[in-house]
């Protein structure tokens, strides 16, 4: 089988209290799937279970050794998962908010690329 690329999607998130990258990494994969329907995936793939795509998320985020890969997969509702995380993205200084249990004063910003790939014969 061969495998070939069927979609990629960029997508931002952003943490602005609390500087988890975790949850900047998870809402920049929600963003990149957020507006998507992936109609080929049957109708042209001819795949029948959508757990069978191959689902590759790529981020860039500060501190990328904090990322809960389990968490950021999550967010993902099919397919077989896989998550590279590296270093990337911004940190803006904002404004730290005792009770938003701000750490620090800086807001994560992550970027996320996800590329779905189906088999082929």
Request: hydrophobic share 50%.
């Amino acid at each position: 089988m061969v495998q070939k690329r069927l979609i990629i999607e960029m997508g931002m998130g952003i943490d602005q209290h609390g500087q988890e990258p975790t949850v900047a990494a998870a809402r920049a994969v929600r963003n990149a799937i957020a507006h998507n329907a992936l109609p080929g995936v049957w109708e042209v793939a001819g795949l029948s279970d959508p757990d069978k795509m191959i689902v590759e998320v790529k981020v860039g985020v500060p501190y990328p050794e904090q990322v809960r890969e389990a968490e950021v997969l999550a967010v993902l509702p099919f397919g077989r998962k896989s998550l590279t995380v590296e270093t990337g993205g911004m940190v803006v200084q904002g404004r730290a908010i005792a009770s938003l249990h701000d750490k620090n004063d800086e807001m994560l910003i992550a970027v996320a690329a996800v590329t779905v790939w189906v088999d082929t014969d």
